[in-house]
């Protein structure tokens, strides 16, 4: 079903089909498939890096920078067009039906540049915007350490003031794309004897710099498409420093809603074409008329429909100048338990075969076994769906906060002490 969006919708959805039209290179869409879903860490993710690299997709690539159509979205002073939540589906809509790319900057584009636009200052706007728009900075996320994940406030990654420079140093983990990125956005500890959630600084620094080396590590899928990374010591100006020092998490809060909401108005897409695929697959394989498989596939069917739906009451409330709430959390737990349950169905359609990995080099997964895979890890990564979950039964419907662990019992007073600065409850 088409949604009438009233006639000057209608009008950018014809005038995008025809600049489209008149600026594709020849050959671009047959170069891959650029419409899956690439679920991350995927055996998707190597076929359209290496399409990527094809010259056709660096004249698209030129020819939406010029026209202003790379982070669209972006205010028209930071370099895009302001784009409004429903001209951005619709441009969405009309490069997927044309089986073309949309030329996304990844986390440059979707996380650290609306985090920058709310909280920079017009000199750090000036400077680091530009750079994600060109494709110049890459961005990877050093949110994640080996003992701070839910819990993203105690993380222990320092920063040192010295002089005009901060200097970083500790270990993260579970870094996306680390391989690709030449810079981070990370979450590090500037004030330790600050309370918890007020001693962060939210900081980019080259992830190129020789004091950064990083390890891959190699997921359930065979992909290793994220890393493990040791930073020692990497100096940067207090100008990277992004929303003040002590004002990360702040900061840290604008990047997650926008995690966990960016996609929410174009999930549905991938998703509503790869249960097409399954269809097909269930047809091929003569499941299609099994009650069971029907009932597995009717199912499916809905929980795209429903995620279209609420992708556009999403879109209505970006409308109307709302930044992502709690519905956020929603949209992310409903996409993520979606497409882990998507990948059971998928499996069990296709039977004991699903158990046979292909022949090949390296780690070789089949379309439907990386899907299974890999989606196990949607519901793990931007914050784990028992974490959506306490966000939505707390902030969206009120309900009461989970109760805390007990507090040890005191202990008995020691004689009093001259006072020293003290450190105040972590818990923050
Ligand atoms: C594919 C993938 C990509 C990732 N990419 C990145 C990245 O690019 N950058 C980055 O910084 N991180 C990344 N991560 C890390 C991710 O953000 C963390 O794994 C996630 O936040 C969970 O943290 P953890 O693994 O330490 O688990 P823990 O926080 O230790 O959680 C363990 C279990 O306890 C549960 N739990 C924890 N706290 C609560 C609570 N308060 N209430 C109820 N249950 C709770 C969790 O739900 C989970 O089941 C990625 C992870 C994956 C899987």
Redesign the pocket.
């Known amino acids: 079903m088409d949604l009438d969006l009233g006639p000057e919708i209608e009008q950018f959805r014809a005038q995008t089909r025809d600049w489209v039209a008149a600026n594709v290179p020849e050959g671009l869409a047959g170069l891959t498939d650029w419409t899956i879903t690439a679920t ?2 995927g055996y998707q993710s190597a076929a359209l890096a290496r399409a990527a690299g094809h010259p056709a997709y660096r004249e698209w690539e030129a020819r939406l920078a010029e026209a202003r159509l790379i982070c669209p979205q972006w205010p028209a002073e930071f370099g895009g067009q302001g784009m409004d939540g429903v001209r951005l589906a619709v441009l969405n809509e009309e490069f997927h039906r044309a089986g073309l790319p949309r030329v996304r900057r990844g ?1 440059g584009e979707s996380l650290v540049g609306p985090s920058i636009i709310v909280h920079g200052s017009a000199e750090q706007q000036a400077h680091f915007l530009p750079r994600i728009i060109s494709g110049e900075d890459v961005y ?13 406030a105690g993380v222990q990654t320092r920063a040192v003031v010295d002089g005009d420079e901060v200097v970083i140093t500790g270990n ?7 391989a690709r990125a030449t810079m981070m956005f990370a ?1 590090c500890r500037s004030d330790p004897d600050a309370p918890k959630h007020a001693g962060l600084s939210y900081i980019l620094f080259p992830f190129t710099d020789p004091a950064v080396t990083y390890r891959p590590i190699r ?1 359930l899928s065979g992909a290793a ?2 890393c493990e990374d040791f930073i020692d010591g990497v100096r940067v100006p207090l100008f990277n420093v992004i929303g003040g020092l002590g004002n990360g998490w702040k900061v840290a809060m604008t990047t997650l809603g926008h995690e966990r909401g960016g996609a929410a108005t174009t999930a549905h897409l991938g998703f509503e074409r790869e249960f097409w695929e399954l269809v097909r697959t269930a047809r091929e394989r003569g499941k299609d008329a099994d009650p069971l498989v029907r009932q597995q596939l009717a199912w499916a069917y809905t929980g795209v429909q429903v995620m279209k739906y609420s992708g556009l009451r999403s879109l209505a409330q970006a409308a109307l100048g709302g930044q992502p709430g709690p519905e956020a959390s929603v949209a992310k737990l409903m996409w993520s338990e979606y497409h882990k349950r998507l990948g059971e169905i998928a499996i069990s359609i296709v039977g004991t075969a699903g158990l046979i990995r292909p022949d090949g080099p390296g780690y070789p997964t089949t379309q439907w076994q990386n899907v299974f895979l ?1 989606s ?3 519901t ?8 959506q ?2 966000i939505i039964g707390e902030r969206a419907l009120g309900l009461p906060k ?1 109760p805390r662990q007990p507090k040890e019992p005191r202990q008995p007073k020691e004689p009093r002490q001259p006072k020293e600065p003290q450190a105040a409850d972590a818990r923050g």
Do not use: H
């Open positions: 991350t860490g986390m990877c996320q050093g949110f994640s350490e080996p003992n701070q994940g839910s819990d993203l993260k983990v579970w870094t996306s794309g680390a979450l997921q498409d994220f890999a196990r890890s949607g793990i990564y931007s914050g784990t769906s028992e974490i979950r306490g989970e």
